[in-house]
Nanobody
Framework: QVQLVESGGGLVQAGGSLRLSCLAS????????MAWFRQAPGKEREFVAR????????NYADSVKGRFTMSRDNAKNAVYLQMNRLVPEDTAIYYC????????????WGQGTQVTVSS
């Protein structure tokens, strides 16, 4: 079993930056995909970014491409989401998640961290 713990959320003005962290404990992470999702009030949860733990390859939602950067630190079992040029539409609870590269669904989720962007 793995535990995912997010941190780094907060209140920021539009145009500002935040860096989210997700620390993982438990089993090692070869052959896994780590991802960030977010859920705004009254909306469905949506994909933000993902990284292949083994290759380091990343993918982003179109809405954050060019503004957000996801990275990983193998030694710390951590992933990060650097969020720049934030806009009010980025306001949401951000969740860290993990799935096997052989699975279609994410099986492990963190508790989430709130990001609020004021205009």
């Amino acid at each position: 079993q793995v535990q995912l713990v997010e941190s780094g959320g907060g209140l920021v003005q539009a145009g500002g930056s935040l860096r989210l962290s997700c620390l993982a404990s438990g089993r090692t992470f070869n052959n896994y995909i780590m991802a960030w999702f977010r859920q705004a009030p009254g909306k469905e949860r949506e994909f933000v970014a993902r990284v292949n733990w083994q290759s380091g390859g990343t993918n982003y939602a179109d809405s954050v491409k060019g503004r957000f950067t996801m990275s990983r630190d193998n030694a710390k079992n951590a992933v990060y989401l650097q969020m720049n040029r934030l806009v009010p539409e980025d306001t949401a609870i951000y969740y860290c998640a993990r799935r096997s590269t052989f699975a279609n669904q994410y099986s492990d989720w963190g508790q989430g961290t709130q990001v609020t962007v004021s205009s």
